[in-house]
């Protein structure tokens, strides 16, 4: 049985991780009859047909190493089925003719949203097809909880506790910038993990004058500090108004490297104070998983490895009510799980008295 | 309406950001019209009528904060009935007397098994009661999680990280002594989590004669190191077929302080080898809870505090399939929750290859 | 014995640990002959006759405690001669005015440069002084380390480790921007404890040019990424040949909100690549101190004390050769120490292969 | 040139980093002229004649890997000069035979007090040799710090800080072991940096009645709960007293896995109270090197390279003075750097009202 790997997309915590769950799980219960190979750089190395033979070495003490032994890349789902600048097959067509080249039985293929619809195409065009559900934004639809989600969670609440204190110290407002574009998962649970004051996630957008509303109100009972929790995909109220259009032009024409800039400047404005900020950036996402990710992947690694025992293709392994369970890829490719504004973790974080900047 | 609070049993990660939880809802929902009071040391305070009024700052500023800022001791539940030394009252008769006078509205109560058979019998005897589940070892049932054991799993996990780079720069056997007297989940999930080799849990009686074997089976296959994650209440497959009575008899004689000491001088004997014990003890429950337990208190606190506010006692709040859901007290006390040996978990742990001791 | 303390400036890690030292070292010395009264929020509380008196139990549980619970502000040297708004004294004269009219015999100050200039002005105008010296920045003449230096250096080497892992699984190029306007030490330990490969400080003003060719040197020696350490004080060779004013003038007109944007922009105009930017800011200086920090501030703290009894004013206390030692305010004041470029840890740097931007 | 490396004696924190800093500093200036050779299991491998050649890449990604690449293992001074088992060579003669064999122009050895012995023994026997100063337990002679010393503080510190909320929680008294037979200096650092009570260290004797009457004063002080950190090598004073021979024979007989047990039962049957036993153990000396390790470890490694080039052996790289100097081995070898009891740190501890258990 020859198996490939590649892990695709923006790397997280926890890929290697899951890896060692699929290898060490297949070597140890098919033995000799299994090969695997490591697809290099994603789909990049699918497309270049650019592996190599791994052996059960490969996948020890990796558990706690953070990024991807097998490199990882970008490659947009829409450019899949274009025809490609050195040859006059597609994306899709080059993925295919190394699937059927190498004779690869099986592809595991670890990512995020844009890597499950091309997973999906490939499992439509009858590749044999695993998937595991990675991404810091747990945004995926199918699955409670993506890996790489607890690992970004507990970096981004250390950031925002340690700003406490500087917060105190001298009464200052603060904003941290959390990773997220389009749903604010991790900005709402490292929020409140981290007793932020105000949480502003894609999913509600702010009004700077709400947020400067509870800044003040913050002040007046005595309060000495402001922290704001603020996902890189924020979006004002006015911006919620606009076409598609209209605001992919007006952020073009923004003059910040990143949107916390602009709440700082707009709520500066609206307070009279300084307003410090803080950008940890891909920091989130490096590193060593955390227990949590290293179990849960080391779960979706084997339950992996058993729907290709069972020559069950065609699913991403997912959790579900706290147990692991195969997902069709037709049910997760495309669709984006988003934090619903009125959903327990939301409504508890108001119930706190927490501004959600709106 | 007046809210007494006591934490109870021994201490976890967690405690105080879950008073947190229950009083800044309570306070931010419910204002002026809300005293609450703080009993000391858990049901010693409620017997004593020894406590005090907080205010809304008590709770400011502990979210990260380990042990419990009301104190804690341990109660036992088969002292409740009985007469006590210094009056003709029962503990029991003393509580209720406490909760009579005071007038308090409602018990919130953060404890494990023998906490939560207390609370029941309170509530039986009509005191109006809420619990949050708390307990490193996660065996309270009617709850997926409990808090304090993700912290805790994190701590053991860290250990056992650490071991590993000594154990392959020496080629030497380790044990690692994990907390846990009836429940093996913290010993499972920190063992699997951190790439433990063999792991000896309560629910599988062990034989030395197989953790041997699978050490040596470790070294044929060139592996320098073997690491073990043993629960301290780890019990032989001899003492698992013993009556209770012969099996306390042999425990009282047990020339060792723990039980890794005993393992070790067993492998020694059979293997040879020099076996090193790490007991890292109460440092697994100190300390700022994780940020998934400052969530995990943070939601229980707010059901506990709606709850309350809806009048719906004698419940404790549990996670069930990644919802907060309320689980009548009869439901949950006396009930423990000890790790299936043939779940999930342990099959995943199984199929990595992993020796479960027996 | 009346003693005030006052932290001043910006916050840092072990401020209260120091304050911790010093107090319990009077306490348990002098017993209750001594009274310490916390000064609030720097030299403003000193000005504004704003402080409380201090009791043992105001010391304890504060060992770990990040930022400083006296508070702390900015108050600029250059103003303290200037008659203030709301009277006809100065700022100085309000703080003799304070220190008078309290009788205090002693004032335990801990801040960085400015406060180390206002200290000594006090100190020139009759005032008991004692100083402990603070800042992340390390920069302050007369000792070879201070307090906060080495917890920051572990904050941004946590960082640059982490961004290690994606930038690898990636294959990009990294900027983490470090705290420290003046002096690059910050940058410098961490950039090399964590192996950073390009580390841009103030002391060595940089050359687009040369790191563009550092970056493409990596690349040509098939490293798949490069990680660059840039103090946020770093100037271009170009900046630095400019005057004083020029410079203030050109930074004003610089469109972007720190000086790691601009570096990106300018690497990627050279190398067509993209750039990623992280900012940790102020989480730098938040958060507990590392043991190394807690224990040199509990030695700083008992050696001031003991200044105290032995009436010994006007000193700064010191680790120099490894040794705590007293030095005079008057060497201490108005001084700044910086990274010498052709010093042993620049060398250091060299040699193993680093660049350092020029 | 060829450069053979090995480490020796008890694995700690910041071999690999070290490697490191010599390898790259090496390869950086000398380039291809400059082979290495790492040797395996320390001293083990040069008698055995067992290495293989390194090459640039074998020393990337391993500046924050704990333990060692090349292994290390325990090898006796005493038997340095015995005929071995299994030829009419002594130990020396095999390793002086492998040097000679392999035209070693350096070896390259970090290690501790044992290791240094072997390595004076080496070098008067006419190979060049350079040392790093290796040990947890900042007992080597000729450098105030050792590496591998701050990581461990670090760690029993954070153990100690975590007990502190279990202790308060529940108004008991822990005992933490730190590691450290003969020299108490990680106990002594930790145990400032952690805030113990209590400090047990092999230089200063203790006794039972002393350290029960400082916990009693912490209860009639209105502490709830008394920390101890005790050294592995901890010993009463009646053990002091002893001839070496009596002592010994009175070890053997002790009927206690490590001291701490012992220590508990005294205070027990003085205090009437339970003492709770902590046992970090080896948990001290893995995982990663603190940033601060890591800049010591390139520096001592950028050193020794230096050293190598300028043809200057005999000689252990060291810190005095904040500055790296090299010290000549016979300075070094045989000689163990002790606690002064009466020395700054001691004397610092006792202002702070600390026990020192004497």
Known sequence: MKIGMLTSGGDCQGLNSALRGVAKTLYNELGSTVTIYGIRDGYRGLIEADYRQMNPQDFSDILTLGGTILGTSRQPFKEMRKITEDSEETKLEKMLRTVDHEGFDCLV?????????????????????????????????????????????????????????????????????????????????????????IIVIPEIPYSAEKIAQAIEKRERNGKRFSILAV????????????????????????????????????????????????????????????PADRLLTTRFGVAAAQLIRQKKFGYMVALQSNHIVPVPLSEVAGKLKTVPPDGEIVRAARALGLSMGD
């Not at 595991?132 to 989600?149: A, H, R, V, Y």
């Not at 004002?236 to 400047?265: G, H, L, N, V």
Request: overall charge neutral.
């Open 109 to 197: 293929i670890l990512g995020g949203n844009g890597t499950h619809k091309t997973a999906h195409l490939l499992s439509q065009h009858g590749v044999n097809v695993v998937t595991l559900p990675k991404t810091i934004d747990n945004d995926l639809w199918g699955t409670e909880t993506t890996f790489g989600f607890q690992s970004a969670i507990n970096i981004a609440s250390t950031v925002i506790d340690s700003i406490h204190s500087t917060a105190f110290s001298h009464s200052r407002v603060f904003i941290v910038e959390v990773m997220g574009h389009k749903a604010g998962w991790l900005t709402l649970y490292a929020g409140i993990a981290s007793g932020a004051d």
């Open 231 to 290: 996902a890189e995909g924020a979006i004002s109220q006015e911006e919620a108004a606009m076409s598609k259009k209209a605001f992919k032009a007006a952020r073009e024409q923004m003059p910040y490297p990143s949107i916390s800039y602009r709440i700082a400047d707009e709520l500066k404005a609206l307070t009279g104070q300084e307003i410090r900020v803080t950008i940890p950036g891909h920091y989130q996402r490096g590193g060593a998983p955390c």
